[in-house]
C-alpha cells in the first residue's frame, strides 16, 4: 500500500523495487529460483527488464537464467515454453529471445530453428497464429514480426501480407483490435503501432485521429486507461504511451501528472507496483510502471524503446552488430 506522506514527495523507490523483483513476494532466496518455480518465461522478461531499466541486471546470475531459459525450448519445433516441459507458444518465445537480447546472448540461439517456428504460424491472409492450435490475434502478429526483427530474419515472412492483415484491423476511430471489426483496446493498439513501426509501416496510421482517441485515455487523476469509460491501470501508462511516442503524439497528454499517478502506485515500504493506488502490487505492474516512467523520461531510469520494449542501448546492441 502507498502512504501518503512519502508518495507526495513524489520519488521513485528504485531500490526497493529491485528488491522486490529479486524477491518477488516469496521470500525465495534468488530471482532465478521464483523465476523457475511460478514466474515463467513471461514473468523472468518483465522482471529482467525492470532491473537492466534500473541499471540492476547485474544483480542476477546470467549463466543459471540463461541454462533454464534453454531448458524451455521445444527440441523439434523450436519454439519457447513458458516453463520446462510445457508447449511452445509465440508468446513465449519472444520472451525468450529478448531476455537474451538483454544479456546479450542471442548468438547461443539455432537462429534458423526459432525462427522457422515464427514463419511457421503466419497464415495465407498474413495474419499470425499463436500456435499450433490457431488462435489469431494481432498481438501475434506484433510478436512475431518483434521476433524476427531482433533476430534479423523477416525475410521468412511475407512482410507485406503481415502489414495488409495489421492495417484491416484498423477502426474508424483510428484505433486497431485483435481482429478484423474488433473494438479498438490500447493493447491491441501497442501491438499493432508497433509492428508497422518496426516493418516502416506507419503511414497507415491516421496519427492525429489515432493520438486523439490515444490521449482522451487520460482521466482525471492522471492516469491512462485502455478504452472509454474503463478504469485507469498503470499498465496503460505503456500500451497508450508507446503508441503516443511511436506516432510523435506524445505531447497531448499531460506527463506530470502521469508520472504521478505511477509513482502513487508503488508500494513505499515493500516496494512493487501496483495497477492503480492502494491495490496490491505484482510484477507485470512493476514493469509497466517503471517501463512508463522510462517512456515519460524519469530520471535514473534506462531509455526504453517503444516498439521493442526493451531498453534503447539493447536494441542499438542488436541493430548495429550483424
Ligand atoms: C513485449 C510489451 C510486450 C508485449 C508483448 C502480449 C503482448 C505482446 C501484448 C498484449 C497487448 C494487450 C492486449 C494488452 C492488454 C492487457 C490488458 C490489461 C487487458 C485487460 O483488458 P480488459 O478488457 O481491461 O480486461 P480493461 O482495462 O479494458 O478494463
Ligand atoms: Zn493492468
Redesign the pocket.
Known amino acids: 500500500m502507498s502512504s501518503t506522506s512519502s508518495s507526495q514527495m513524489g520519488q521513485l523507490v528504485a531500490d526497493k523495487h529491485v528488491r522486490y523483483i529479486l524477491m518477488a513476494e516469496k521470500k525465495k532466496e534468488s530471482f532465478e529460483s521464483v523465476v523457475m518455480d511460478h514466474l515463467r518465461m513471461n514473468g523472468a522478461?518483465w522482471g529482467l527488464t525492470t532491473l537492466d531499466l534500473l541499471d540492476k541486471l547485474g544483480c542476477v546470475s546470467e549463466d543459471e537464467v540463461v541454462s533454464w531459459l534453454m531448458t524451455c525450448q521445444h527440441e523439434s519445433a523450436g519454439g519457447f515454453a513458458g516453463n520446462t516441459g510445457h508447449d511452445p507458444h509465440i508468446?513465449y518465445t519472444?520472451?525468450a529471445v529478448?531476455i537474451l537480447a538483454l544479456f546479450d546472448k542471442i548468438n547461443i540461439l539455432d537462429i534458423g530453428k526459432v525462427s522457422s517456428y515464427v514463419a511457421k504460424l503466419q497464415n495465407e491472409d498474413g495474419s499470425f497464429s499463436g500456435d499450433m492450435w490457431g488462435e489469431i490475434d494481432t498481438?501475434f502478429s506484433?510478436?512475431a514480426i518483434?521476433c524476427l526483427s531482433i533476430l534479423k530474419c523477416l525475410d521468412k515472412i511475407n512482410v507485406e501480407k503481415a502489414v495488409e492483415y495489421i492495417v484491416s484491423c484498423k477502426n474508424l476511430d483510428g484505433g486497431f483490435g485483435?481482429t478484423p471489426g474488433a473494438e479498438s483496446?490500447?493493447?491491441?493498439i501497442?501491438?499493432c503501432v508497433g509492428a508497422l513501426a518496426i516493418t516502416g509501416s506507419l503511414h497507415y496510421v491516421d496519427k492525429d485521429l489515432l493520438g486523439w482517441w490515444l490521449c482522451e485515455r487520460q482521466v482525471k487523476g492522471g492516469g491512462l486507461?485502455?478504452?472509454p469509460e474503463?478504469?485507469a491501470?498503470v499498465?496503460?501508462s505503456?500500451?497508450v504511451l508507446s503508441s503516443l511516442i511511436m506516432i510523435d503524439r506524445v505531447h497531448w497528454i499531460d506527463k506530470a501528472k502521469l508520472v504521478k499517478f505511477i509513482l502513487d502506485c508503488q508500494d513505499l515500504e515493500n516496494g512493487g507496483i501496483s495497477d492503480r493506488p492502494d491495490d496490491a502490487v505484482d510484477i507485470f505492474h512493476t514493469y509497466f510502471g517503471v517501463a512508463g516512467l522510462s517512456l515519460l523520461e524519469y530520471p535514473g531510469v534506462k531509455v526504453i524503446d517503444p516498439a521493442y520494449?526493451l531498453p534503447v542501448d539493447v536494441v542499438n546492441r542488436i541493430i548495429f552488430t550483424k
Open positions: 522478461y508468446l519472444l520472451s529478448q498481438r506484433y510478436i518483434c485483435c483496446h490500447a493493447g491491441q501497442f501491438c486507461n485502455g478504452r474503463k478504469l491501470d499498465c496503460y505503456w500500451w520494449a
